[in-house]
């Protein structure tokens, strides 16, 4: 039979989690679509937990595939060796497939064949549901966009660089060099969804949240911060070489402004001295991701023609970018320390609750 969709998950140790996410997606698979599993060499229970739900489910088309632990972006690029689908659904191991997600996106494959499916998610809060909130995509509803620079600059004004969120053909992939997911690094979907959305000449907006997205305290390194910087480049390099309408290069640089604060803000919570270290590292970064200058941001944000969920808070966040470059501070030293605070409560909490999630980078 013919595979239409592939839903694909990655997983690294998830024994606390795998078993709700997996149920989610084989109560939903259906004749034309397959499950298929990489497990990044786990030490704990999670293997042996999935052998045990593919017996629970023997008629699913449902396949494990385990690897040597090499990291998620590599399990991800081992998903895409072994899919069959002509669509590719991610979901993570931490996270839940809503219901009824797989029989909207099997009816947008068959109504339109676009070159990426575009879904609305939720932000999950599954200790304290009054937080839980869905996530509504910028795209237009109900018909296909066939203008890949409105694409991009819609994607780009929404910032949400989650791989699960895009459900893309497999011929898109394959358009990329491999490996497609960039190996040992996190934030590896930041680096690869603009470069892929890129080559989608069509988008279709899926008005249904497909994701439950499990949210809780991330731990923040070096190798954190300068990750999430360092995926950056990569994407501006590819979309350069794509040509890309400078329509896109200046939405671009003001989503990469967004990262860029976002990134030295939290560098305030490493020790004094690595958060210093990190800041003097992120600015070349942040100086190689751009297409024009620092100086050129606030009037890049002010055209007309730029798409924005939030015209004044575009100006707030260049205004912070000049004074993170010029030796300011981004976060002033009162805020930092609340934003410390609210951390520690929150790991004070967690150690008191038994059964809480560890932190997902």
């Known amino acids: 039979m013919k595979i239409s969709l592939s839903v694909a998950v990655a997983i690294h140790n998830a024994q606390r989690t795998i078993g709700p996410c997996i149920r989610s997606i084989l109560d939903q698979l259906r004749p034309g679509q397959e499950l298929v599993v990489v497990d990044d060499g786990s030490s ?3 293997l042996a937990l999935l052998f045990k739900l593919q017996e629970a489910w023997p008629a699913a088309n449902f396949h494990i595939f385990s690897q040597a632990h090499t990291g998620i972006a590599s399990a991800r690029n081992h998903c895409l060796h072994v899919v069959q689908g002509d669509y590719i659904a991610f979901v993570d191991g931490d996270d839940l497939l809503l219901p009824g997600s797989l029989a909207a996106i ?3 494959i068959a109504a339109h064949r676009p070159d990426v499916i575009a879904c609305d998610f939720r932000m999950w809060h599954p200790d304290d549901a009054g937080k839980t909130r869905s996530v509504r995509l910028g795209y237009p509803v ?6 890949p620079e409105a694409i991009m600059r819609i994607f780009l004004a929404d910032r949400h660089m989650y791989i699960w969120s895009n459900v893309f053909r497999r011929e898109i992939y394959a358009q990329l060099p491999a490996p497609v997911f960039p190996p040992a690094q996190l934030f590896e979907d930041v680096a690869t969804v603009p470069r892929l959305l890129s080559q989608c000449a069509s988008l279709l907006h899926l008005a249904h949240p497909v994701i439950d997205y499990r949210q809780q305290p991330a731990p923040v390194s070096e190798q954190w ?15 350069q ?3 890309v309408a400078d329509s896109v290069r200046r939405h671009f640089d003001v989503a990469v402004a967004y990262f860029y604060v976002g990134v030295v803000k939290n560098s305030y919570r490493l020790p004094r001295a690595d958060g210093r270290r990190v800041r003097a590292l992120l600015k070349p970064i942040f100086a190689a991701s751009l297409f024009g200058d620092p100086a050129s941001l606030l009037a890049s944000a002010g055209r007309a023609d730029m798409t924005s969920n939030d015209h004044t808070l575009d100006a707030v966040i260049i205004r912070q970018v000049e004074s993170a470059l010029g030796g300011g501070v981004v976060l002033n030293f009162k805020r930092a320390a609340s934003r410390k605070l609210k951390l520690w409560r929150r790991l004070r909490k ?11 980078p």
């Open 106 to 108: 099997g009816q947008a």
């Open 241 to 243: 070489a794509r040509g």
């Open 142 to 147: 109900g018909k296909l966009l066939c203008d």
């Open 225 to 239: 911060c300068l990750d999430f910087a360092g995926a950056l480049p990569v994407a501006r390099r590819h979309l």
């Open 44 to 46: 704990d229970n999670t």
């Open 350 to 360: 967690a150690r008191r609750s038994p059964g809480t999630a560890a932190p997902r």
